[in-house]
């Protein structure tokens, strides 16, 4: 619960345990013997490690059973499995294989709408709506927008859907491939890139908290953490962060207790400026420095500080990445597609590109639609509006298509 222990940890210590041989025997047998069964939930989530535990565990004797959504796989930049996991259910015999059909979460419009996000291959007949959504006739929304930029124009829109539905804005989250790009889209400043160590802590800092309160800040924690590194000399560009932790060796001190007090104390205070919180910044980090680096040239001013700082945005909605939001629902989800990267996920969704790095971004839109309940709409650049609303169509899915 306070972030010290992380996954990579566990399945470090397990490989070591294992890796003796008499000693895997035992436990196996041992675990066989006071367990009838394992189930294995959310599997997509695993890393090939983690599939070789499993392995074990169904070599020692346990019955085992794995439930997953091989499109819900979005963690491939960590060593995430996907091919692997469908190679791995081949290891099952036929009888072995229960398909799930049903769908206690969302309206009818989504279900639908979900199973046209997944790849031409996968998608087969829609999830039945099961649960206390499934007699309503909510359709899904399609929020038209101009220009190269995500516009705080989506966040208004999207605003006005959920008041007529009387949802709360807390409960109806902008959701991006970026944190920037959602914020941008709730009317929050985001700089998508920088080189200035000032602003990447920043944005660090306010994805920390966003990913802190949502329950699910593992990722967040690590980008504060490489931040801070960066900010004390440790690294010299963020990306020299994994060979910094492969150099610090099993032996190395935690560090998240630390970050998270960081995290924690350079939390905004309402009413503060950019440069109130800049000193307070310079009194927390100024120890550490390595070589003749002082606090002052590290974290200078700089003029979009105030913004990223703003603990409010133009809209009550929140805002975040879809990672940050996996496993959780909402009453009401904004999938905001970028101008950027709108035409290769159609693309992926069409057949036409099968890059993995496409089709996990493609995959990112389908796990960020299923955690709508009762209201799903995209906010789609206009020149890809008719391809996307054609898609949808179908697969039976109610559009209702209006400017943001």
């Not at 090939?48 to 535990?53: A, F, G, H, R």
């Not at 409960?171 to 959602?182: D, N, Q």
């Not at 949502?214 to 962060?241: C, F, K, P, Q, T």
């Not at 990267?341 to 099968?354: F, K, M, P, R, W």
């Amino acid at each position: 619960m306070e972030g010290r222990l992380d996954f990579d940890d566990v399945r470090a210590c397990v490989a070591k345990r294992l890796a003796d041989k008499s000693f895997a025997s035992t436990v196996g047998a041992a675990l066989a013997g006071r367990f009838r069964e394992i189930v294995v939930d959310e599997a997509q989530d695993c890393n090939p490690s983690d599939l070789e535990i499993v392995a074990w565990l169904r070599a020692s004797g346990l019955a085992v059973k794995i439930i997953c959504d091989p499109n819900q796989g979005i963690y491939g930049f960590r060593g995430g499995v996907t091919n692997e996991l469908i190679t791995f259910a081949g290891t099952f015999d036929g009888v072995g294989h229960l398909p799930m059909s049903g769908n206690f979460r969302s309206t009818p419009a989504i279900c639908a709408a979900i199973g046209q996000l997944r790849p031409p291959s996968s998608r087969g007949k829609p999830d039945q709506a099961l649960g206390r959504y499934r007699a309503d006739d909510t359709p899904v929304h399609l929020l038209s927008y101009g220009g190269v930029g995500v516009p705080a124009a989506i966040g208004a829109a999207f605003e006005k859907l959920i008041e007529a539905l009387g949802i709360e804005p807390a409960k109806a989250p902008l959701l991006a491939s970026t944190w920037a790009s959602a914020s941008n889209a709730a009317g929050r400043k985001a700089v998508s890139k920088s080189n200035e160590k000032t602003l990447i802590l920043a944005q660090s800092v306010m994805g920390f908290l966003s990913a802190f309160e949502a329950g699910n800040r593992r990722e967040a924690l690590v980008r504060l953490h490489r931040a801070v590194l960066l900010i004390r000399g440790d690294i010299e560009s963020v990306g020299e962060y994994g060979r910094y932790l492969d150099g610090q060796g099993d032996g190395a001190p935690d560090w998240r207790a630390e970050i998270i007090g960081i995290g924690q104390g350079l939390r905004p205070e309402n009413g503060e400026t950019g440069e109130e919180w800049l000193k307070r910044a310079h009194a927390l980090l100024a120890q550490g420095l390595k070589g003749s680096r002082t606090i002052g040239r590290q974290l200078r001013r700089h003029t979009d500080l105030d913004g990223l700082l703003a603990t409010t945005a133009a809209t009550g909605l929140p805002a975040g990445a879809i990672h940050s939001v996996k496993g959780l629902e909402f009453p009401a989800v904004c999938v905001v597609l970028t101008a950027k990267g709108a035409g290769t996920i159609l693309d992926v969704l069409d057949g036409a590109n099968t890059d993995p790095d496409d089709v996990e971004e493609a995959r990112k839109i389908y796990v960020a639609a299923s955690r709508a309940e009762r209201l799903l709409a995209f906010a789609t650049p206009r020149s890809r509006v008719d391809r996307l609303k054609a898609m949808l169509e179908a697969g039976g899915v109610p559009i209702v298509v209006s400017q943001a």
